[in-house]
């Protein structure tokens, strides 16, 4: 089911992976309660609601989650700069959620979202021309 989402634009960070684990997956804590779901899926999940938060833009996404009994189901997040997430690993004895596509597309979005890039121009701009000197007292 691909993730509904609203326009808007935001920026992406390298974060650390951690890959310590053969069989788990991650539960998103999320406001007063928590869901469990693939690590990828989380994990890219956490990346696009940091590019939404830091361009001030908000989205409506949909994701599969594993229930207690080992049912998939699904749990429906509202992602924008106020969302407060947190995941930690958890093993499970059934089979992690894994949904490729979704996950593309939250990598996708979060990149289109990201940091401008910095260009370096071989023409140096006036502001790169004036030089500042600094008179240091030294007594």
Known sequence: MPPQM??????????????????????????????VTGTAIAQ??????E????????ATVRIPTRQADGAVGSAT???GPASQMVTESESSPY?????????????????LLG???VQIDDQPTAAAELSVSLDVDES
């Open 6 to 35: 609203c326009q808007g634009d935001s920026s992406k960070r390298a974060l650390p992976s951690f890959t310590g684990y053969d069989r788990g997956m991650e539960r998103i804590h999320y406001v007063d309660g928590s869901v």
């Open 44 to 49: 890219s999940l956490l990346r696009f609601g």
């Open 51 to 58: 590019a939404l938060a830091r361009r001030q833009s908000s």
């Open 77 to 79: 997040f509202l992602l």
């Open 95 to 111: 089979d992690e959620l894994v949904d490729e596509a979704l996950v593309a597309s939250f990598e996708r979005e979060a990149s």
């Open 115 to 117: 940091v401008p890039r």
